[in-house]
């Protein structure tokens, strides 16, 4: 197999339904196995936004346009591995999954997501904030520490629960083997399963660990901002508080994107003694969101890498990072 040098591209992945998507700068790689072995491989050439716009390129604004791309090639990728297990499933007929079912199911999945992860937290704090004994206003740090700690109770709950679902650890297993290639890959070693199998399945740059930085942000600086806005007292108490709910969906982009800038530098240091204490947690979280994968996964994993780095490749891309 051919041996890709990390320093000339820099990938990023995601586990799909028995399979893996490899994201390079400009080439995106879907790697899926089939009920029969067989193993099945969508590629595409990407460009990102930020090579037509120099200012996404910014600080804070890359973060952004990261997750947002991250966002839509996983829901491509998504959509491929679901309908490789659909055609198993309906005995070679294909039935595709359709693009408004693909766009019901992400406003259902981000509906859900805002009520579980701002909208309750906000409510139980209020309620919290009523029968403490001390008041606790929305200006206060420890009603934000209060509504903090409870979207990641809520988030640990969430992955805890899922991941008692067969599906899921399966996908789990997938997940492991997309990082355990990454580190062969990032090694500078050739990418076969050999190579890849003595990896550890955590990795500083994974997605989870980027969810728990936000919600670590978002507690900092919703201490901060909502110590200086205007307090409307004419306003009714619900009045106000669906504000500052709308307020708390409107911060997540900037949110977003610093929480990108610090998973960014710091997995970039996982070994400096000052920075493992930020990289920890992270790391830690992946213990659920991981498995060790089989090598037969390895393998699926392994298989996308190459495909995403060869046609990448073939554009003579500069060195930059997807994720």
């Known amino acids: 197999m051919h041996t890709f040098t990390p320093k000339d591209v820099r990938v990023g992945g995601q586990a799909v339904i028995e399979g893996v998507m490899m994201r390079a700068p400009r080439a995106i790689a879907i790697a899926v196995r089939k009920a029969n072995g067989e193993v099945v ?18 600080p804070i604004l890359r973060g952004v346009l990261v997750l947002g791309e991250a966002l839509v090639n996983g829901i491509q990728a998504l959509s491929f591995s679901a309908n490789q297990a659909m ?15 693909i766009f019901f199911t992400m406003v259902v999945a ?21 029968i403490a004994p001390e008041a606790l ?31 899921i650890q399966r996908i789990f297993q997938y997940h492991g083997a997309e990082h355990k290639s990454i580190y062969a890959y990032e090694a500078g070693e050739a ?44 306003w009714p108490f619900w ?3 669906a504000a500052y709910i709308f307020l708390k969906i409107g911060l997540m982009l900037p949110i977003a994107g610093l929480s990108y800038e610090l998973t960014r530098w710091t997995s970039a240091r996982p070994d400096h003694a000052w ?17 060790e994968p089989s090598d037969d996964q390895i393998e699926v994993a392994l ?21």
């Open 41 to 58: 491989i969508k590629e595409d050439v990407w460009r990102s936004l930020a090579e037509r716009f120099s200012f996404l390129k910014w």
């Open 87 to 101: 055609e198993e499933e309906e005995s070679g007929r294909a039935t595709g999954t359709g693009s408004w079912a």
């Open 110 to 130: 981000m509906a859900l997501g805002i009520f579980l992860f701002v909208v309750l937290p906000h409510v139980i704090s209020l309620w919290i904030a009523e």
């Open 137 to 167: 206003g929305i200006d206060s740090i420890y009603f934000h520490l209060i509504d903090g700690l409870l979207k990641i109770a809520f988030f640990l709950l969430y992955i805890l629960g899922i991941s008692q679902l067969k599906d």
């Open 191 to 234: 990418l076969t399963v050999e190579n890849a199998r003595k990896y550890s399945t955590l990795h500083p740059r994974c997605g989870t660990a980027f969810i728990l930085m936000v919600l670590i942000i978002s507690i900092v600086i919703f201490s901060i901002v909502f110590a200086f806005i205007p307090k409307p007292d004419a």
């Open 239 to 241: 009045v106000s508080n």
């Open 275 to 291: 920075v493992r204490p930020f990289v920890a947690p992270g790391l830690y979280l992946q213990r659920l969101t991981t498995r």
């Open 303 to 323: 298989r996308a890498l190459s495909r995403a780095l060869s046609l990448n490749n073939q554009y003579k891309i500069p060195s930059q990072a997807p994720s």
